[in-house]
């Protein structure tokens, strides 16, 4: 008998941990933090206490409470009983989004994490590029307590894996899928008398939305028994694609006449390579803090058709750290080879030459609208998704106050990283599975409503289905 367990994932978007038992294997799809959740009881000034390991995370529901899986040094650091050897036998990874990968740092370095090759670079980056926080351990980690810095961290184990490949008694498959962040794939699993799909993230609106259909007519082929299915916009049906973003950016920043903003999530190189072309077709340069310099550059190594970033069309934009002074010792160690680069400018180049830049910068960079000193016909380019939930309705009303002091225009283009509903119930449809379970949406009951031929079967977090 294969058994399903939701641990995260259902009613909610993001949190995805679905542990699929067969016989004498135990492999988790994604083990992914709900941020939603998380929000109830933390924010930016109330943290999980990193001196109390895992205690807040469990204590809170933000981690569930199995035993056998975690970190020996968590685990006795919080004084609880710990295992010889883990029970899981793998954490298969759909993509780099925190939402699916986050708690992994939680995980005992025994476990073995199979994910592409793409998606263990962009973590190694995030990881490389970021403090070192106890919930973003992904890639490695330090013990705790931490008593010597000079320590090394531990390694998890990502095996390479390509196509088909073997976890223990289970075959697993990844499968490309576009999505919002390179790397991602759907997954599907061959138990001892099931198959069992999963989504992960996915669209087919995107510039590599014919991965997504590949993966639709693999599994069409297949024919699996339970497919999870992603529906976090299965409510909407709008389809803007990355050609409609760049016509509209093009649209507005050709008719600009000072700076020009743009806020994209920096782990999307697709929208990075739109930006990029509508500077060049504007006549402009795109202006990247040295954080996407970095990822751009290790990036190109698997995404050859990536801009390389000495490239005539790119500077580099060094901003105020520590000192003031822009002395080289005020920047990480990974940031200092930008600094003597030819293309490397600063805010006073940037603010003579604002009808010839994109800077991309976002929310969290506000403050360096002070140094850049817009003028008159600016615009801000917001290109993530809009706001949805109180806090993001806040933040967004505090960005308008700061575009507002500067006079400057706000315009929002995006194309999401996320199927609609009208995609959804066709990708369902041609698929035909047994059985689908509504997976990464707040909106469950909507698959019931549109999805007619399929048996579907709602889940809840801490229960468990048997095939």
């Given at each position: 008998?294969?058994?399903?367990?939701?641990?995260?994932?259902?009613?909610?978007?993001?949190?995805?941990?679905?542990?699929?038992?067969?016989?004498?294997?135990?492999?988790?799809?994604?083990?992914?933090?709900?941020?939603?959740?998380?929000?109830?009881?933390?924010?930016?000034?109330?943290?999980?206490?990193?001196?109390?390991?895992?205690?807040?995370?469990?204590?809170?529901?933000?981690?569930p409470d199995i035993k056998g899986i975690y970190r020996h040094d968590l685990l006795e650091f919080a004084g609880m009983e710990k295992h010889p050897e883990p029970i899981i036998d793998g954490i298969i990874l759909s993509h780099a989004h925190l939402d699916?990968?986050?708690?992994?740092?939680?995980?005992?370095?025994?476990?073995?994490?199979?994910?592409?090759?793409?998606?263990?670079?962009?973590?190694?980056?995030?990881?490389?590029?970021?403090?070192?926080n106890i919930e973003d351990e992904i890639v490695n980690f330090k013990e705790r307590p931490i008593t010597d810095k000079r320590k090394k961290p531990i390694e998890r184990n990502f095996p390479k894996v390509n196509g088909k490949f073997k976890v223990n008694g289970l075959e697993v498959e990844l499968v490309p899928v576009d999505h919002s962040v390179p790397g991602a794939c759907g997954i599907i699993v061959y138990t001892s008398d099931k198959i069992i799909a999963y989504s992960g993230d996915l669209r087919m609106h995107g510039t590599q939305g014919y991965l997504t259909k590949e993966f639709v007519e693999r599994l069409k082929e297949i024919k699996p028994d339970v497919f999870l299915c992603e529906g976090t916009r299965i409510d909407e049906n709008e389809r803007t694609s990355e050609a409609d973003v760049k016509t509209n950016c093009i649209n507005v920043v050709s008719k600009s006449k000072g700076l020009v903003i743009a806020d994209f999530a920096w782990k999307d190189t697709t929208r990075f390579k739109t930006f990029f072309e509508v500077a060049k077709e504007t006549n402009r340069k795109l202006a990247i803090p040295f954080k996407d310099a970095?990822?751009?550059?290790?990036?190109?190594?698997?995404?050859?058709?990536?801009?390389?970033?000495?490239?005539?069309?790119?500077?580099?934009?060094?901003?105020?750290?520590?000192?003031?002074?822009?002395?080289?010792?005020?920047?990480?160690?990974?940031?200092?080879?930008?600094?003597?680069?030819?293309?490397?400018?600063?805010?006073?180049y940037i603010n003579k030459h604002q009808d010839e830049i994109i800077i991309a910068i976002g929310y969290y960079d506000l403050p360096e609208l002070i140094d850049l000193k817009p003028r008159t016909g600016s615009i801000y380019i917001k290109s993530t998704s809009e706001a949805l939930n109180e806090e993001e309705i806040f933040d967004l009303n505090r960005l308008h106050n700061w575009l507002n002091h500067f006079?400057?225009?706000?315009?929002?283009?995006?194309?999401?990283?996320?199927?609609?509903?009208?995609?959804?119930?066709?990708?369902?449809?041609?698929?035909?599975?047994?059985?689908?379970?509504?997976?990464?949406?707040?909106?469950?009951?909507?698959?019931?409503?549109?999805?007619?031929?399929?048996?579907?079967?709602?889940?809840?977090?801490?229960?468990?289905?048997?095939?």
């Open positions: 008998m294969v058994i399903i367990k939701f641990f995260g994932g259902v009613n909610q978007i993001g949190g995805n941990k679905f542990l699929i038992e067969d016989k004498d294997t135990s492999i988790f799809l994604d083990f992914g933090m709900n941020f939603t959740e998380k929000s109830k009881y933390f924010e930016e000034f109330i943290r999980p206490r990193a001196a109390n390991g895992i205690v807040d995370f469990l204590e809170m529901g933000l981690l699916h990968s986050s708690c992994i740092s939680f995980i005992d370095e025994k476990v073995p994490i199979f994910t592409s090759e793409i998606t263990k670079l962009v973590l190694k980056i995030m990881q490389e590029t970021s403090q070192r970095y990822y751009i550059k290790a990036m190109r190594e698997v995404i050859p058709d990536l801009p390389k970033i000495d490239d005539e069309n790119i500077l580099l934009y060094q901003d105020k750290k520590g000192s003031g002074t822009y002395s080289k010792s005020d920047y990480q160690v990974w940031e200092r080879e930008f600094i003597d680069m030819e293309n490397t400018v600063k805010a006073d006079g400057i225009q706000y315009y929002h283009f995006h194309a999401s990283g996320h199927a609609p509903g009208i995609d959804i119930v066709e990708m369902v449809n041609e698929i035909n599975p047994k059985i689908l379970i509504p997976i990464h949406t707040d909106k469950a009951e909507m698959f019931n409503r549109l999805v007619r031929k399929v048996n579907i079967v709602r889940a809840e977090v801490g229960k468990e289905i048997s095939l």
